[in-house]
């Protein structure tokens, strides 16, 4: 036991070791070449050693790099929870008991635990409190989100760094709140997204992001899982107004995209609990194969299109 956990802690211990070496190789190389360039007519060359100071080769984990040591200490913080996470059997954490804190329950039919939507035949997801990232970090409240799914659909496991739960409530990067599956129908999943990577209003409404049009070319990449074109992704798109809301839906054929060849995402923003805090996009993105979306495109747009908020 003792061993396995050595071995454990030594791997993120060692991509956090190599995690930190591109901070201090990108500025301090630049640096080091400048300071050569700008002394070596004037300075004997005992005197220059690497020319860079002391303070420039550590400068990466100065006060000067914000950005650098927030990135470095996520990183940090992020392998620790995936030693956490794989061995939590040595912290007397049964892995169903993590999974039971994210709302739902991992590998099991959602008929059998999500209570019955009003809608015939499906069961409703809604995040219990505390259970999801963004419910978490308080950056939906008041608000919250339901999704309409199949009795056989099942949760997925979302990885510790794709939640953001390190970087709440003031993310910079994408996150996943939850993900389920559904057997020979495809994935869904529901991501957020600052909207300060989308736009430069401060406070955006739908609109101020885009029309229908203009949006796809900013979350394309996002639901897609890599690039998106409009010209070689061909792309159906719809606005629904409801309940004082806007959502643009998309359908979108993309042959060889990392999430598969044919895409659906129903997308909206949502502001912050106080007038000081960020908005946010909130979609759901489905995603099928080539054989799942010819017997079963319908279902996955169903459970894609029951995303709205609450």
């Known amino acids: 036991q003792s061993k396995a956990m050595a071995v454990t802690y030594s791997v993120p211990s060692l991509l956090v070791v190599l995690a930190a070496v591109p901070f201090c190789q990108s500025r301090v190389g630049p640096v080091s070449r400048?300071?050569?360039?700008?002394?070596?007519?004037?300075?004997?060359?005992?005197?220059?050693?690497?020319?860079?100071?002391?303070?420039?080769r550590t400068r990466c984990f100065s006060v000067e790099e914000p950005s650098r040591r927030s990135t470095l200490r996520n990183g940090l913080f992020g392998t620790m929870m995936m030693a956490y996470g794989s061995n939590n059997k040595y912290f007397g954490v049964a892995k169903a008991d993590v999974a039971a804190d994210s709302g739902v329950q991992i590998g099991i039919p959602v008929g059998n635990y999500l209570p019955a939507?009003?809608?015939?035949?499906?069961?409703?997801f809604?995040?219990?409190?505390?259970?999801?990232?963004?419910?978490?970090?308080?950056?939906?409240?008041?608000y919250s989100y339901t999704l309409d799914l199949f009795p056989d659909w099942k949760a997925l496991t979302v990885g510790v760094i794709q939640t953001g739960d390190?970087?709440?409530?003031?993310?910079?990067?994408?996150?996943?709140?939850?993900?389920?599956?559904?057997?020979?129908?495809?994935?869904?999943?529901?991501?957020?997204?600052?909207?300060?990577?989308?736009?430069?209003?401060?406070?955006?409404?739908?609109q101020d992001i885009g029309d229908v049009?203009?949006?796809i070319q900013k979350v394309g990449p996002f639901i897609t899982g890599d690039y998106?074109?409009?010209?070689?992704?061909?792309?159906?798109?719809?606005?629904?107004?409801?309940?004082?809301?806007?959502?643009?839906?998309?359908?979108?054929?993309?042959?060889?995209?990392?999430?598969?060849?044919?895409?659906?995402?129903?997308?909206?923003?949502?502001?912050g609990p106080t007038d000081r805090d960020r908005y946010h996009a909130i979609m759901v993105i489905g995603n099928a194969q080539e054989k799942e979306w010819a017997g079963n495109s319908q279902k996955l747009l169903e459970v894609a299109r029951s995303f709205r908020l609450t």
């Open 166 to 206: 390190f970087c709440q409530p003031k993310c910079d990067e994408p996150w996943t709140e939850v993900k389920f599956e559904g057997p020979g129908v495809g994935k869904t999943k529901v991501m957020m997204i600052p909207t300060f990577r989308l736009t430069n209003v401060e406070k955006p409404s739908m």
């Open 34 to 56: 400048q300071h050569y360039s700008a002394r070596r007519a004037s300075a004997p060359i005992q005197n220059l050693r690497l020319g860079v100071s002391k303070r420039e």
């Open 117 to 124: 939507s009003p809608v015939q035949g499906k069961y409703r």
């Open 213 to 215: 049009d203009e949006l």
């Open 126 to 142: 809604t995040p219990a409190k505390d259970s999801t990232p963004s419910i978490r970090g308080k950056v939906l409240k008041p």
């Open 228 to 271: 998106y074109d409009g010209e070689d992704m061909p792309t159906q798109s719809r606005v629904v107004n409801e309940g004082g809301k806007t959502y643009y839906e998309y359908v979108i054929e993309s042959p060889g995209a990392v999430n598969g060849p044919h895409n659906v995402a129903v997308v909206t923003t949502v502001p």
